[in-house]
């Protein structure tokens, strides 16, 4: 191991844990929250490294899509467990709402 991956590592996996139940984050999000903009393609392997679980089924591709194939065992997997925490998808892309906004918010905006 090296001093960059250790604190690489370390960062990700604060990063990951810390992303709430019934919210998605991308790779290249968690990799700009950690500290490391551009490291986006690192952020997988990252979390393969975690010693204990992490909340891996929480981190999804830039445009809000699954990483794994449609019809695998992986993406099937990923989306039971979001779907589980209230996750909604529409046409394959992963729909999220903040569960702090009122519906009226969600569809038609803040009121100035």
Do not use: C, H
Not at 4 to 17: E, N, Q
Not at 18 to 25: K, T
Not at 61 to 68: I, M, N, P, V, Y
Not at 102 to 110: A, E, H, T
């Amino acid at each position: 191991m090296t001093k960059f991956r250790d604190s690489f590592d370390i960062k990700i996996w604060a990063t990951v844990k810390s992303i709430p139940a019934g919210q998605v984050m991308g790779y290249g999000q968690v990799a700009s929250v950690a500290g490391f903009p551009r490291y986006s393609r690192m952020v997988a392997a990252a979390m393969g490294r975690s010693p204990e679980p992490l909340p891996w089924y929480r981190v999804v591709k830039s445009d809000r899509t699954l990483a794994f194939k449609p019809d695998s065992d992986p993406y099937r997997e990923q989306a039971k467990l979001l779907k589980k925490e209230g996750i909604l998808f529409e046409s394959n892309k992963v729909v999220t709402v903040d569960p702090d906004d009122s519906l009226d918010k969600v569809l038609w905006g803040p009121i100035d």
